[in-house]
Protein backbone atom coordinates (compact mmCIF):
# COMPACT_ATOMS: atom_id res chain seq x y z
CA UNK A 1 0.00 0.00 0.00
CA UNK A 2 1.07 3.57 -0.68
CA UNK A 3 1.60 6.06 1.91
CA UNK A 4 -1.18 7.63 0.99
CA UNK A 5 -3.51 4.99 1.16
CA UNK A 6 -1.70 3.85 4.44
CA UNK A 7 -2.66 7.07 6.36
CA UNK A 8 -6.49 7.45 4.77
CA UNK A 9 -6.95 4.00 6.05
CA UNK A 10 -5.62 5.22 9.71
CA UNK A 11 -7.47 7.89 9.85
CA UNK A 12 -10.88 6.45 8.93
CA UNK A 13 -10.07 3.67 11.41
CA UNK A 14 -9.28 6.07 14.40
CA UNK A 15 -12.64 8.64 13.45
CA UNK A 16 -14.51 5.43 13.46
CA UNK A 17 -14.05 5.24 17.22
CA UNK A 18 -15.36 8.78 17.85
CA UNK A 19 -18.04 7.98 15.55
CA UNK A 20 -19.14 4.57 17.20
CA UNK A 21 -19.45 6.50 20.67
CA UNK A 22 -21.70 8.96 19.12
CA UNK A 23 -23.54 6.21 17.61
CA UNK A 24 -24.42 4.36 21.16
CA UNK A 25 -25.45 7.08 22.62
CA UNK A 26 -27.94 8.21 19.44
CA UNK A 27 -29.75 4.72 19.36
CA UNK A 28 -30.11 4.92 23.58
CA UNK A 29 -32.02 8.01 22.44
CA UNK A 30 -29.65 10.55 23.49
CA UNK A 31 -27.59 13.44 21.44
CA UNK A 32 -24.60 13.99 22.09
CA UNK A 33 -22.35 16.96 20.89
CA UNK A 34 -19.35 16.20 23.05
CA UNK A 35 -17.87 12.83 22.55
CA UNK A 36 -14.89 14.70 21.38
CA UNK A 37 -13.83 15.51 24.75
CA UNK A 38 -13.27 11.37 25.24
CA UNK A 39 -11.26 11.38 22.31
CA UNK A 40 -9.29 14.11 23.71
CA UNK A 41 -8.63 12.82 27.27
CA UNK A 42 -7.97 9.37 26.33
CA UNK A 43 -5.45 10.83 23.80
CA UNK A 44 -4.22 12.70 26.40
CA UNK A 45 -4.19 10.01 28.97
CA UNK A 46 -2.39 7.61 26.64
CA UNK A 47 0.12 9.74 25.31
CA UNK A 48 1.50 10.62 28.76
CA UNK A 49 1.44 7.30 29.95
CA UNK A 50 4.25 6.50 27.49
CA UNK A 51 5.45 9.63 26.76
CA UNK A 52 6.07 10.83 30.30
CA UNK A 53 5.28 7.84 32.50
CA UNK A 54 7.21 4.98 30.25
CA UNK A 55 4.34 2.56 30.21
CA UNK A 56 4.14 -0.09 27.65
CA UNK A 57 1.80 1.04 24.18
CA UNK A 58 -1.20 -1.24 24.97
CA UNK A 59 -1.54 -0.41 28.68
CA UNK A 60 -1.61 3.32 27.99
CA UNK A 61 -3.75 2.24 25.55
CA UNK A 62 -5.99 0.82 27.85
CA UNK A 63 -5.16 3.64 30.32
CA UNK A 64 -6.62 6.04 27.39
CA UNK A 65 -9.35 4.18 27.13
CA UNK A 66 -10.33 3.93 31.09
CA UNK A 67 -10.14 8.05 31.28
CA UNK A 68 -12.59 8.40 28.64
CA UNK A 69 -14.63 6.04 30.05
CA UNK A 70 -14.29 8.04 33.24
CA UNK A 71 -15.17 11.06 31.73
CA UNK A 72 -17.61 9.64 29.57
CA UNK A 73 -19.28 7.56 32.96
CA UNK A 74 -19.29 11.37 35.03
CA UNK A 75 -20.92 13.26 32.85
CA UNK A 76 -23.64 10.56 31.97
CA UNK A 77 -24.00 10.50 36.14
CA UNK A 78 -24.37 14.59 36.20
CA UNK A 79 -26.88 14.82 33.24
CA UNK A 80 -28.87 11.21 33.77
CA UNK A 81 -32.31 13.30 33.93
CA UNK A 82 -31.51 15.83 31.56
CA UNK A 83 -32.66 14.43 27.71
CA UNK A 84 -32.92 16.20 24.41
CA UNK A 85 -31.96 19.45 23.63
CA UNK A 86 -31.09 19.96 27.45
CA UNK A 87 -28.07 16.63 27.71
CA UNK A 88 -27.03 17.80 24.12
CA UNK A 89 -26.17 21.31 25.41
CA UNK A 90 -24.49 20.09 28.88
CA UNK A 91 -22.35 17.51 26.49
CA UNK A 92 -21.75 20.19 24.21
CA UNK A 93 -20.58 22.55 27.55
CA UNK A 94 -18.66 20.13 29.24
CA UNK A 95 -16.56 19.37 25.81
CA UNK A 96 -15.75 22.94 25.49
CA UNK A 97 -15.02 22.92 29.54
CA UNK A 98 -12.64 19.94 28.52
CA UNK A 99 -10.94 22.13 25.57
CA UNK A 100 -10.17 24.94 27.17
CA UNK A 101 -8.65 23.28 30.45
CA UNK A 102 -6.30 21.22 28.27
CA UNK A 103 -5.54 24.56 27.19
CA UNK A 104 -4.84 25.94 30.00
CA UNK A 105 -2.84 22.57 31.54
CA UNK A 106 1.00 22.14 31.51
CA UNK A 107 2.40 18.87 32.63
CA UNK A 108 6.27 18.50 31.01
CA UNK A 109 9.24 16.52 32.26
CA UNK A 110 12.59 16.08 30.92
CA UNK A 111 12.71 13.01 28.53
CA UNK A 112 15.81 12.64 26.36
CA UNK A 113 17.18 15.68 27.00
CA UNK A 114 13.63 17.53 25.95
CA UNK A 115 10.49 18.58 27.68
CA UNK A 116 7.68 16.25 27.09
CA UNK A 117 4.28 16.71 27.72
CA UNK A 118 1.14 18.71 27.57
CA UNK A 119 2.20 22.62 27.34
CA UNK A 120 -1.23 24.14 27.06
CA UNK A 121 -2.12 25.84 23.36
CA UNK A 122 1.54 24.63 22.63
CA UNK A 123 0.38 21.09 22.86
CA UNK A 124 1.93 17.88 23.28
CA UNK A 125 4.73 16.87 21.26
CA UNK A 126 6.99 13.63 21.73
CA UNK A 127 4.71 10.43 21.76
CA UNK A 128 6.87 8.36 19.78
CA UNK A 129 6.75 5.15 21.80
CA UNK A 130 4.85 3.00 18.65
CA UNK A 131 7.80 3.93 16.53
CA UNK A 132 10.23 3.45 19.23
CA UNK A 133 9.18 0.03 19.61
CA UNK A 134 9.21 -0.87 16.01
CA UNK A 135 5.76 -0.07 14.83
CA UNK A 136 5.92 1.01 11.55
CA UNK A 137 2.76 3.14 9.68
CA UNK A 138 1.56 -0.46 7.89
CA UNK A 139 1.51 -2.10 11.08
CA UNK A 140 0.04 0.64 13.38
CA UNK A 141 -2.76 0.64 10.74
CA UNK A 142 -3.65 -2.83 11.07
CA UNK A 143 -3.11 -2.60 14.66
CA UNK A 144 -6.02 0.48 14.49
CA UNK A 145 -8.19 -1.91 12.25
CA UNK A 146 -7.50 -4.85 14.48
CA UNK A 147 -8.82 -3.00 17.79
CA UNK A 148 -11.86 -1.62 15.39
CA UNK A 149 -12.67 -4.85 14.70
CA UNK A 150 -13.01 -6.20 18.22
CA UNK A 151 -14.83 -3.12 19.21
CA UNK A 152 -17.50 -3.56 16.13
CA UNK A 153 -18.01 -7.57 16.87
CA UNK A 154 -18.57 -6.42 20.16
CA UNK A 155 -21.01 -3.99 19.55
CA UNK A 156 -22.37 -6.00 16.62
CA UNK A 157 -22.91 -8.99 19.57
CA UNK A 158 -24.03 -6.91 22.19
CA UNK A 159 -26.59 -5.29 19.72
CA UNK A 160 -28.41 -8.65 19.35
CA UNK A 161 -28.40 -9.42 22.97
CA UNK A 162 -31.10 -8.69 25.46
CA UNK A 163 -29.19 -5.63 27.18
CA UNK A 164 -29.02 -4.32 23.32
CA UNK A 165 -32.71 -4.98 22.59
CA UNK A 166 -33.67 -3.20 25.89
CA UNK A 167 -30.97 0.11 24.88
CA UNK A 168 -32.93 0.64 22.02
CA UNK A 169 -36.29 0.14 23.05
CA UNK A 170 -35.18 2.89 25.63
CA UNK A 171 -33.81 5.37 22.83
CA UNK A 172 -37.82 4.33 21.16
CA UNK A 173 -39.85 4.91 24.44
CA UNK A 174 -38.08 5.33 27.60
CA UNK A 175 -41.51 6.15 29.27
CA UNK A 176 -42.44 2.38 28.53
CA UNK A 177 -39.44 0.42 29.08
CA UNK A 178 -39.20 2.08 32.52
CA UNK A 179 -42.40 0.98 32.87
CA UNK A 180 -41.33 -2.55 31.84
CA UNK A 181 -38.89 -2.56 34.89
CA UNK A 182 -35.83 -0.92 33.24
CA UNK A 183 -33.72 1.62 35.36
CA UNK A 184 -33.53 4.02 31.93
CA UNK A 185 -31.14 6.54 34.40
CA UNK A 186 -28.36 3.68 35.12
CA UNK A 187 -28.38 1.98 31.53
CA UNK A 188 -28.10 5.70 30.17
CA UNK A 189 -25.26 6.57 32.48
CA UNK A 190 -23.47 3.24 31.66
CA UNK A 191 -23.95 3.44 27.81
CA UNK A 192 -22.24 6.93 28.32
CA UNK A 193 -19.44 5.19 29.92
CA UNK A 194 -18.96 2.60 27.44
CA UNK A 195 -18.98 5.41 24.77
CA UNK A 196 -16.72 7.34 26.88
CA UNK A 197 -14.07 4.50 26.32
CA UNK A 198 -14.58 3.58 23.03
CA UNK A 199 -14.16 7.44 22.22
CA UNK A 200 -11.12 6.96 24.46
CA UNK A 201 -9.63 4.02 22.57
CA UNK A 202 -9.56 5.85 19.64
CA UNK A 203 -7.55 9.00 20.93
CA UNK A 204 -4.91 7.20 22.33
CA UNK A 205 -4.21 5.87 18.85
CA UNK A 206 -4.54 9.30 17.51
CA UNK A 207 -2.24 10.64 19.52
CA UNK A 208 0.23 8.18 18.99
CA UNK A 209 0.24 7.69 15.26
CA UNK A 210 0.54 11.85 14.95
CA UNK A 211 3.08 11.69 17.75
CA UNK A 212 1.45 15.50 18.32
CA UNK A 213 -2.21 16.40 19.93
CA UNK A 214 -3.34 20.10 20.94
CA UNK A 215 -6.19 21.14 22.22
CA UNK A 216 -8.29 22.80 19.34
CA UNK A 217 -7.97 19.08 17.64
CA UNK A 218 -10.72 18.34 19.93
CA UNK A 219 -12.99 21.26 18.73
CA UNK A 220 -16.76 20.91 18.68
CA UNK A 221 -16.86 20.17 14.57
CA UNK A 222 -14.90 16.54 15.83
CA UNK A 223 -17.76 16.25 18.11
CA UNK A 224 -20.41 17.37 15.10
CA UNK A 225 -18.49 15.07 12.39
CA UNK A 226 -19.02 11.73 15.04
CA UNK A 227 -22.72 12.60 15.31
CA UNK A 228 -23.58 12.82 11.23
CA UNK A 229 -21.92 9.81 11.11
CA UNK A 230 -24.46 7.86 12.30
CA UNK A 231 -26.97 9.85 10.95
CA UNK A 232 -25.12 9.16 7.40
CA UNK A 233 -24.47 5.59 7.61
CA UNK A 234 -27.59 4.52 9.68
CA UNK A 235 -28.63 3.59 13.01
CA UNK A 236 -29.70 0.16 12.55
CA UNK A 237 -26.37 -1.13 12.72
CA UNK A 238 -22.79 -0.52 14.75
CA UNK A 239 -21.41 -0.74 10.47
CA UNK A 240 -23.52 2.22 9.91
CA UNK A 241 -21.19 4.80 11.75
CA UNK A 242 -18.04 3.40 9.73
CA UNK A 243 -19.97 3.60 6.02
CA UNK A 244 -20.48 7.29 7.21
CA UNK A 245 -16.59 7.97 7.77
CA UNK A 246 -15.81 6.12 4.96
CA UNK A 247 -18.21 8.58 2.30
CA UNK A 248 -16.56 11.61 4.39
CA UNK A 249 -13.08 10.73 4.76
CA UNK A 250 -12.73 8.06 2.68
CA UNK A 251 -14.66 9.67 -0.80
CA UNK A 252 -15.39 13.54 0.14
CA UNK A 253 -12.16 14.51 1.44
CA UNK A 254 -9.52 12.10 -0.12
CA UNK A 255 -10.86 12.47 -4.07
CA UNK A 256 -10.15 15.42 -5.71
CA UNK A 257 -13.38 15.69 -6.67
CA UNK A 258 -14.68 17.68 -3.78
CA UNK A 259 -11.60 19.13 -3.48
CA UNK A 260 -12.58 23.04 -2.17
CA UNK A 261 -16.21 21.68 -1.32
CA UNK A 262 -16.44 19.08 1.10
CA UNK A 263 -18.06 20.43 4.27
CA UNK A 264 -20.51 21.80 1.62
CA UNK A 265 -20.95 18.55 0.13
CA UNK A 266 -20.60 16.70 3.77
CA UNK A 267 -23.44 19.24 5.35
CA UNK A 268 -25.90 18.53 1.70
CA UNK A 269 -25.70 15.27 2.41
CA UNK A 270 -26.48 15.40 6.02
CA UNK A 271 -29.28 17.52 5.25
CA UNK A 272 -30.87 15.30 2.48
CA UNK A 273 -30.29 11.98 4.73
CA UNK A 274 -32.55 13.90 7.58
CA UNK A 275 -35.52 14.72 5.13
CA UNK A 276 -35.22 10.87 3.02
CA UNK A 277 -33.97 8.74 5.57
CA UNK A 278 -34.01 10.33 9.05
CA UNK A 279 -31.74 7.39 10.64
CA UNK A 280 -29.52 7.11 7.75
CA UNK A 281 -28.45 4.40 4.94
CA UNK A 282 -28.71 1.15 7.38
CA UNK A 283 -31.84 2.40 8.89
CA UNK A 284 -33.63 -0.56 11.26
CA UNK A 285 -36.10 -1.16 8.76
CA UNK A 286 -33.15 -2.03 5.99
CA UNK A 287 -30.92 -3.87 8.42
CA UNK A 288 -34.09 -6.36 9.42
CA UNK A 289 -34.79 -6.87 5.49
CA UNK A 290 -31.04 -7.34 4.74
CA UNK A 291 -30.58 -9.95 7.75
CA UNK A 292 -33.68 -11.43 6.02
CA UNK A 293 -32.48 -11.85 2.71
CA UNK A 294 -28.92 -13.23 3.87
CA UNK A 295 -30.91 -15.83 6.18
CA UNK A 296 -33.29 -17.11 3.31
CA UNK A 297 -30.47 -18.96 1.83
CA UNK A 298 -29.46 -20.45 4.90
CA UNK A 299 -32.26 -22.04 5.52
CA UNK A 300 -32.63 -23.54 1.76
CA UNK A 301 -29.19 -25.38 2.02
Known amino acids: MSDFAIGLASNIGM ?4 ALSAYLLLISGSISFGQQAYFGLGAYGAGIATALWDW ?18 LVG ?25 LDLWHYQRMVGGERVGPDGPNGFNGIRRAFEDGWDPAAFMILIWTLLAVTL ?17 TGEDPVLTR ?21 GLGGGLYAH ?40 IGI ?16 GLVAVLLIWRPRGLLDEPTVRRLRALFARPARHA
Open 77 to 101: LLTRKLHGLYFAIATLAFAEMTRIA
Open 252 to 267: LESTSLFQGWRMIAFG
Open 153 to 169: LALLLFERSRAGVTLRA
Open 56 to 73: PLMVALGFGALVGGLGGG
Open 209 to 248: LNTYIEPRLFDIMLGVHALAYGLIGGLGTALGPLIGVLID
Open 179 to 199: LLGTDVARLRVRTAAVAGAIA
Open 15 to 18: LAFV
